[in-house]
């Protein structure tokens, strides 16, 4: 089965990626953050590799902040713990350094 996740993506994504927001059809067996950030990198290439993952590294980036729905967890987070999606999350890919 799969799952419909909507990601929304900051600024910071959108001048690379032309993009506001993108809905992604996930495996249900494949449906942590780390595998969604996988499955964006192969699409989008390396457009948005650096926005994800630190150099070099199979590390996802430190100052990347993500929502999923109402939850913040950052790339420190995410490098410590596998997140679980569910059908219809809404995932937002921000920055520290997007606002506040």
């Known amino acids: 089965m799969n ?14 990626l032309s993009l506001e927001r993108q809905i992604l059809l ?7 953050v780390k595998h969604l950030f996988d499955r964006l990198a192969k699409e ?3 457009k948005i590799k650096p926005l994800l993952f630190a150099p070099k590294k199979d590390e996802i980036l430190s100052g990347l902040m993500i929502m999923v ?12 713990q596998n997140v679980q999606l569910s059908n219809g999350d809404k995932v937002s890919l921000l920055y520290f350094i997007s606002g506040g």
Not at 26 to 32: F, P, V
């Open 3 to 16: 799952l419909k996740v909507e990601i929304e993506f900051s600024h910071a994504f959108q001048s690379r």
């Open 26 to 32: 996930i495996e249900e067996d494949r449906s942590t």
């Open 44 to 46: 989008h290439g390396e």
């Open 69 to 80: 729905n109402d939850k913040i967890i950052t790339g420190n987070d995410l490098n410590q």
